[in-house]
């Protein structure tokens, strides 16, 4: 053996290599010493000196073996590496000292290592290791391997392999090649000796064990069984935060993203060492086998049956051994090896079916105390001993086999005391714990001290389980038969049954036994968790198989036992099982360790029941008033001017329209008339109240002293008396005939008007006996059916009162509540997905699906109700008095405060010979839908209040975000879905379902109560005379009218546009400028000249302002003596913008082409950027194509810098710039961790070529915080690289407010925003309506075009801002979920800046409006009547004007555009003439490059367009001027303040008192001779119609020609031909 190097060989020392500075001399230092040697070693391996080949060889590597040339090491045990180490980098001490390491120290360690002399090293292993397999291979075929020469060779070669440093896997390879050999020649030297020299042979196998173990030893790498593999930085970050809610330590020097970037750095080192280490082993591994069975085959020769096993062990690596038995004497035992056991029940001879207890069985076993098929899934995770099984001359016909494996850590069980809180009822005890893997089964232990205890468990992941909500994920039971006195209660939860990973939540709730006693609760406590999976090897899929093995349910804390599949009986092979038991980090929570956030969503909860209350109570007060107007509007009343002597009856029902102001306050005149005869004019009024509601269905019930046959027609006339309520709506007229039930409709659908439509108060109606109106069958049907909408409606009479519909309401919105509250699971801030969050609601599709569910219970238990109110029979005897109405009377007479029919004694007297008979159910069915009502309403808000004390604030709004879209749906969804189904029904079984149904009435009782109420009457002061004919005003006294009417009208309408505009355009500027701030300006400025960019003129300088003005202020170092919290607040420089996730470049290249041209000289060129050209391939670093070296990842910082990402990938947006435009793809990197990092990363970048000439843009992107001012920022810069060469620099620096509901006006602009939606929706139907019924006269006004235009960019900025908010929210969802993931706000830079845009316009055109109606109109529609007169011409110079101005256009960029930069394109041209014409031109320095063409443009641009043209659109503008003028409008007042100033002036004359009028004379209708003359012209007009045989009743609407006679001239209008 050597005995080192001799006197003449260089002296090489660890303190010596240290000295010296640099790697290069360093690496000489080395190559001296070994280079000493290269004569005598080329010597001796020419002639296959194996002797002097190993002598040297010791020699040599003795030394360099020695040397410490990475002084600075991690501080990791052992090959497995765990999630304490990883926490701990970062807060290691130097060797020798208690001082930390800095980050340099660890920089220099993981980052900036020198290894040029250890791959030196590495190569002279390798080159040794080949000399030694020469050797060995060039041995004569004939002749065995001497002892000596195999003890010596395997001990050099195992010299060569002792440092790991320096060896590298081709080393490991030749030396794994060469023991199977050297193994080979011992097995076979045994078998050829009779005698072998034992103690020989036996030193030269412990020579090939030791080199076998030597290569295990390099071929093993460090293990990450329970951590991520192969992780990003952002993977790892989220993981370290992640494990330290188990695990505590000291603080770290570092902030985590330094401390990440260490720990990502070297797990990617050891990744990239297990995949070279991976395929090295699936090469060596065969040898090393094959090694090691012959040593088996070696002891097999010299053991004999009964012997005690002889072993063969190395203590780290490897173990095997060889065991002749007799079939007997082992069957139904165990097989005991280290740490496994395998159960050999059943073994039987190979011999057939006939048994041999003599039989010789041998046991050949290798068990690997490391595993070393590391590679494919599972494999890393293996941490049991690893044994291959052979057994030779028995076999065990078992289908499956058993294997005991002793764990390496056992679950340790510290008894510990439970303590619960008061609030704890259940005592249920919390434990958490941490699940990598899902293909693991768990082994649950607890351990109470006592067997009378029993628990249920409940897992859930990520949060605790709610055992009230039954919130959780798996549930099971502790039973009686999985108690062990070892372990206690032990329970196995497969991999299928649960698969949750993360952080897992075990919730243990304690069964006592009937009897037990309570302290039994208190009694000491133990449990803890176990991972296990058991795994077969499969060796020609070289893959580890779950499906193989299973695990047993008689593991223990400390065994795992597995049943696996036997192979050795189907092939024969060798068994090879391993396990990958495993005790992760738990911790138990008895007293709720991990705080909850605080139970505080109890008190929204109330104040939407108190709120809902308060607006019931309201509500309903009004809806009992209303209903009790509805009493008197829907009865049957008689007319006032029915007489005594009648004695022919109808029943006359006005149906009045739904239309906004359809009402009148004007009295009604009307004249039947018949086939035998025609009625007086008669008067449309009792003696309750006159005029006729919105909406109403009035029923009078008419006298006759004569029949009047089958009905013809009806005129109906209104006097106009009714003030501002003049105008009146007419839907129809029913009249029925009492004596043959005969129904006669005369539809009008008209205004009774002097300034609507035709402008006529006087209407002659046919009669038809059928009429359909489907408008009128759906206006109906809506008000009837929709249970919201006739609340404030009901246009017929029914049983189902206001205050019932409004009671269901209430009672379907409790249900709704108590359901969502059921239905909602509660939230989870970090697994909530897509979920917009807008003020306190949170809408997600699982909110939409809670509030559904809710919505279908509370509309089934509200339409029972409603069918009770609606069939059930009303008590007759309080229809129109109780006890509520007759005090609120009592006290109105007192007060006076009720002038309507609700505050008067008034009942109907034909009410009394009415008979309702379509009421089916009994009228104790009303208590029992109140019942329904109130139970609902009284249990559904108990169990809110009750449910509500634990709920936390984000499931409160869940809640009532459910709430609220129920309400939505409700309205809008499902009834309407209701009300459609309604009038499907009702057009198929039921025409008239929209019209109230008759009743039936007693013709003798209604005569005799008309007779007595017609002679009870007191005709004079009620009747005041007979309603005269209104005569047909001249033109001057209709245009009086109108002129008033309109002033009026106009008055109304314009307070009424004046105060909704007004508020909308508050609304506007209120919702915009919550996004903009007046301090923006100065922030911008602040980071523009923080990071000055437009001094930077080519790539140098570039590179000079990257490395000293943006890494120097974007990163916080010291400012003004503070220094900045980098862990939580990562500040800039200046230490108050806070930086949002890192920076990030982004580089846009272009693909090389082709060179065009007769001059080309070149055959590749690089042109500009377009999108289609753009490069979009992967490459490696320096932009080399794949395949990339497999240890690039792990030795470059700018690895991701060379891959591109599409802008679909990163959530890109176009960047436009000074010369392109970029899209939002590109080859990014990140800029994270600190200065140091980052100035690596650009350095690299600049060393390995990333800026070249196919760059056409690099965008340096990061956004910033300003918490002081509530402000983003979000700058970028741009440096392009036009294909001309040249850089041009561009920035941008933009400051957005995204917390837009914060503060104290947050809740404040939420809803105004939701009143703009409602704003939106009403004008949309109001718009939508007058474009269908009278379009052309809609569009001609230029304020509806306006009004179109604002409500198309209302939507237009509504939209921009939904899909901005949503922007938002998933930006930030994106930081708060990973603080190191970049943060662009390029997509909400754009949608920010058209929002406001859009609202921008929205406000000049909201602006305008108001203008127009404070009284500019005068000046507005001149200019618009000015504009719309000369719009011919106008048209004619535009056009002559755009020609010539495009002609200069043209002309300026070709003679300019080379030379002058404001005329380089057309757009800029356009800028510049535009400039000229409003003065703002510079004409020196086209001058200056081109004299004598820019003298003559600008001359002849001066003559030809701003002289002559302009002049032309003056003259046009002036003629249009003064023809406008002559034509000014008449009738609309000037402004505003006239209509109020004459409001004023009348009100003034009403405050002085009424003049005192001269009585009026009344005259009966008994004396007939004020009427001759109208019924003259009656009979006349019944004669025609006769003669004509135009008296047949039609189902077409025809206004007849009418004859009347006034002051002796006749007069026919002809309507309708």
């Known amino acids: 053996m050597g005995t080192g190097p001799d006197k003449h060989t260089p002296n090489i020392t660890t303190s010596k290599i240290d000295a010296l500075r640099t790697s290069a001399e360093r690496l000489q230092l080395v190559k ?64 020798g000292s208690n001082q930390p390491m800095t980050w340099t120290e660890y920089w220099d360690l993981i980052v900036v290592v020198d290894t040029t002399a250890t791959d030196f090293l590495m190569q002279v292993s390798e080159t040794y290791a080949e000399m030694l397999r020469y050797s060995v291979k060039t041995w004569p075929s004939n002749k065995t391997m001497t002892i000596n020469s195999i003890d010596t060779i395997s001990r050099a070669l195992a010299a060569t392999l002792s440092n790991k440093d320096y060896t590298n896997m081709n080393t490991t390879i030749l030396a794994s090649e060469v023991a199977s050999i050297m193994a080979d020649n011992l097995a076979r030297m ?33 293990l990450t069984p329970n951590m991520p593999q192969d992780p990003t930085v952002d993977v790892m970050r989220n993981y370290l935060e992640y ?52 040593l088996m085959d070696y002891l097999a020769q010299l053991i004999q049956m009964g012997d005690e096993q002889l072993v063969l062990e190395d203590e780290e690596y490897v173990f095997i051994s060889v065991e002749k038995r007799s079939v007997k004497a082992v069957a139904g035992t165990q097989l005991k090896r280290p740490r496994v056991n395998v159960d050999l029940t059943g073994l039987t001879t190979t011999h057939g079916l006939v048994k041999c207890n003599a039989s010789q069985v041998t046991f050949k076993t290798i068990i690997f105390k490391k595993n070393p098929y590391f590679w494919g899934e599972f494999a890393d995770r293996i941490t049991s001993y690893v044994p291959v099984l052979q057994i030779d001359g028995a076999v065990l016909p078992n289908a499956r086999v058993t294997y005991s494996f002793q764990n390496k850590v056992e679950a ?37 001290n006592t067997t009378g205890l029993k628990y249920d468990v409940y897992l859930r992941i990520a949060e605790k389980p709610n055992l009230k909500e039954k919130k959780f994920d798996y549930h099971t039971a502790m039973k009686t038969d999985h108690w062990t006195n070892e372990d206690g209660y032990k329970l196995l939860i497969k991999s299928s049954e649960f698969a949750g990973t993360g952080k897992i939540w075990i919730a243990l ?85 991990v705080v909850d956030e605080l139970s505080i969503g109890r008190g929204p909860v109330i104040g939407v029941i108190i709120v809902l209350g308060s607006l019931y109570v309201l509500f309903a007060l009004w809806a009992w008033r209303e209903d009790q107007k509805d009493k008197y509007k829907w009865s049957y009343s008689l007319l006032i001017d029915n007489d005594i002597a009648d004695n022919a009856f109808y029943i006359v029902s006005v149906y009045t329209g739904l239309r906004s102001a359809s009402g009148t306050n004007s009295k009604v005149g009307f004249i039947l008339v018949g086939e035998d005869g025609e009625t007086d004019i008669r008067r449309l009024d009792d003696d309750s109240h006159v005029g006729f509601e919105r909406g109403s269905v009035r029923t009078f019930v008419m006298s006759t002293r004569r029949y009047l046959g089958e009905l013809i027609c009806l005129r109906i006339w209104q006097d106009d008396s009714g003030g501002n309520n003049s105008s009146w709506f007419l839907n129809k007229v029913v009249v029925t005939d009492l004596a043959d039930r005969a129904r006669y409709i005369f539809v009008c659908n008209r205004w009774f008007d002097y300034d609507t439509g035709d402008k006529k108060v006087d209407r002659l109606l046919t ?72 003020g306190p609601f949170r809408f997600s599709l699982e909110n939409v699906q809670a509030a559904l569910i809710s919505l279908a219970v509370g509309t089934v238990v509200v339409t029972i109700a409603s069918f009770f109110f609606k069939n059930a029979e009303n008590n007759e005897n309080k229809r129109y008095r109780s006890w509520v109405l007759d005090n609120y009377r009592k006290a109105n007479a007192r007060f006076k405060f009720d002038p309507s029919i609700v505050g008067r004694d008034f009942a109907p007297p034909a009410e009394d010979a009415l008979q309702y008979n379509y009421i089916f159910l009994p009228h104790v069915c009303i208590y029992v839908g109140w019942t329904i009502l109130v139970m609902s309403v009284v249990v559904a808000s108990s169990l809110i209040v009750l449910y509500s004390e634990s709920w936390k604030l984000m499931k409160s709004e869940d809640w009532m975000t459910s709430f609220f879209i129920s309400c939505l749906c409700s309205m809008f969804v499902t009834e309407v879905i209701k009300v459609v189904c309604f009038m499907l029904v009702y057009a198929m079984m039921c025409p008239r379902a929209y019209e109230p149904p008759d009743p039936e009435m007693d013709i003798d009782s209604l005569e005799e109560i008309t007779k007595r109420n017609s002679a009870t009457l007191n005709i004079g002061p009620h009747f005041q005379g007979v309603l005269p004919l209104p005569k047909i005003p001249d033109e001057k006294t209709l245009m009086n009218n109108q002129i008033n009417r309109i002033r009026n009208h106009q008055l109304i309408k314009i307070l009424f546009q004046l105060v909704v505009y007004s508020g909308l355009l508050y ?45 120097n202020n974007y990163f916080s170092k010291t400012y003004y003596g503070a220094s900045p919290d980098t862990e939580t607040q990562p500040y800039t420089e200046d230490l108050v913008n806070f930086r949002v996730g890192p920076a990030r470049l982004r580089q846009l290249r272009i693909t090389p082409e082709p060179c065009i041209g007769p001059l080309a000289t070149k055959t590749v060129c690089h042109n500009r950027f377009v999108e289609k050209k753009k490069q979009t391939h992967d490459f490696c670093k320096g932009w080399v194509l794949f395949p990339c070296p497999e240890t690039e990842k792990s030795t470059s910082l700018t690895s991701t810098a060379w891959l591109y990402k599409s802008s679909d990938e990163v959530w890109g947006f176009t960047t436009i710039a000074d010369y392109n435009s970029y899209a939002g793809g590109g080859y990014f990197m990140k800029l994270d961790v600190n200065s140091d990092v980052s100035k690596k990363i650009f350095s690299e970048l600049k060393e390995n070529n990333w800026f070249d000439n196919m760059t056409r843009a690099v965008i340096l992107e990061f956004s910033l915080f300003n918490a002081n001012a509530n402000l983003f920022v979000y700058a970028k810069f741009v440096a392009e690289f036009p294909e001309m060469g040249g850089f041009l620099p561009y920035s941008t620096v933009s400051v957005l407010r995204l917390f837009l509901h914060s503060g104290p006006d947050g809740d404040f602009i939420m809803i105004l925003e939701l009143v703009f939606v409602l704003i939106m929706f009403f004008a949309t139907l109001g718009i939508a309506y007058q474009l269908f019924t009278d379009p052309k006269t809609f569009i001609k006004s230029i304020w509806n075009i306006l009004d179109i235009l604002a409500l198309i960019m209302s939507y237009v900025s509504t939209t921009m801002f939904v899909i901005k908010l949503g922007i938002i929210t998933k930006t930030i969802k994106v930081f708060r979920e990973d603080k190191n993931e970049y943060i662009g706000f390029e997509n909400l830079e754009f949608y920010d800046y058209f929002t406001n845009a859009t609202f921008g316009i929205l406000v000049f055109i909201l602006s305008v409006r108001i203008s127009r109606i404070l009284g500019y109109s005068g000046k507005i529609n001149e200019m618009a009547a000015v504009i719309c007169n000369a719009a011919d011409d106008l048209r004619g110079f535009l056009c002559v004007f755009s020609i010539a101005t495009s002609a200069y256009l043209i002309c300026g960029t070709l003679l300019f555009g080379r030379d002058e930069g404001r005329f380089k394109t057309f757009f800029d041209s356009f800028g510049t003439i535009t400039e000229t014409f409003i003065g703002k031109n510079k004409v020196t320095d086209i001058i200056k490059s081109q004299p004598i063409y820019a003298e003559i443009y600008y001359a002849t641009f001066l003559l030809l367009v701003l002289m002559t043209l302009v002049t032309m659109a003056a003259a046009i503008l002036n003629f249009s001027i003064a023809d406008v003028r002559e034509e000014a409008a008449k009738l609309a007042p000037t402004n505003i303040m006239e209509l109020i100033w004459d409001r004023i002036v009348v009100l003034a004359g009403k405050l002085q008192g009424p003049k005192k009028a001269k009585k009026a004379s009344v005259v009966r209708r008994d004396s007939e001779s004020e009427l001759r003359e109208i019924l003259a012209d009656l009979h006349l007009f019944i004669s025609n119609l006769k003669k004509a045989n135009r008296y047949r009743l039609t189902d077409h609407e025809e206004e007849v020609p009418v004859v009347h006679t006034q002051n002796n001239v006749r007069k026919t209008n002809t309507s309708g031909k």
């Not at 590597?61 to 926490?87: F, P």
């Not at 695990?551 to 036997?566: G, K, L, Y």
Request: net charge positive.
């Open 509 to 593: 709730k304690p069964l006592l036994e009937q009897g037990s006693d309570d302290t039994l609760l208190k009694s000491k406590f133990c449990a803890n968790v176990t991972s296990v999976s058991c795994l077969e090897w499969i060796q020609k899929k070289a893959v580890w198989d779950k499906d193989k093995c299973r695990v047993s349910p008689t593991c223990t804390r400390s065994v795992t036992v597995c049943d696996c599949d036997n192979r050795m009986l189907a092939s024969g092979e060798p068994m090879t099982v391993g396990t990958t038991s495993y005790v992760p980090l738990s911790e138990i929570d008895f007293d709720n360790k």
């Open 32 to 95: 001296s010493f070994v280079s000493a040697f290269d004569e005598e070693m080329i010597k001796a391996n020419r002639t296959a000196d194996y002797r002097t080949l190993s002598r040297k060889i010791m020699d040599i590597t003795s030394v360099y073996n020695k040397l410490d040339l990475n002084n600075a090491k991690l501080n990791i045990s052992g090959i497995e590496l765990s999630a304490e180490d990883l926490l701990w980098l970062g807060k290691q001490v130097k060797e």
């Open 1067 to 1111: 609304i506007v500027y209120k919702i915009s400028y919550e996004s903009r701030d007046p301090r923006s300006f100065y922030l911008k400025n602040h980071v523009s000249e923080m990071f000055t960019f437009n001094k930077v003129t080519d790539l140098k300088s570039y590179t000079t302002w990257f490395d000293e003005q943006f890494i």
């Open 243 to 294: 494990m330290k809610i188990f695990t505590s330590g000291g603080t770290a020097a570092f902030s985590l993203q330094e401390q990440t970037f260490l720990v990502q750095k070297q797990l990617q080192k050891y990744f990239v060492q297990k995949v070279l280490k991976s395929k090295a082993s699936q090469t060596a591994l065969p040898y090393l086998t094959l090694a090691l069975r012959k």
């Open 190 to 222: 045994v078998t050829q000796r009779t005698f072998p020299n034992t103690e020989q042979i036996n030193s030269a196998v412990q020579g090939v064990i030791s080199l076998i173990q030597k290569c295990l030893y390099i071929l093993q790498t460090i």
């Open 412 to 448: 340790a069980c510290n008894d510990k005391t439970p303590t619960y809180k008061e609030d704890n009822l259940d005592k249920i005890i919390y434990m958490v714990f941490d699940r990598q893997h899902a293909a693991d089964d768990i082994l649950f232990f607890i351990r109470p």
């Open 767 to 838: 009669a038809t006996r059928h009429h359909r109106s489907f408008t009128e069958f759906i206006s109906y049907t809506v008000a009837e059916q929709h249970l919201w909408f006739s609340v404030f409606l009901r246009p017929i009479r029914s049983n189902f009162t206001r205050v019932q519909r409004l009671s269901c309401l209430l009672g379907m919105m409790c249900i709704t509540m108590i359901v969502s509250t059921m239905v909602i699971r509660t939230p989870n801030e970090n697994t909530r997905i897509n979920e917009v969050k807008i």
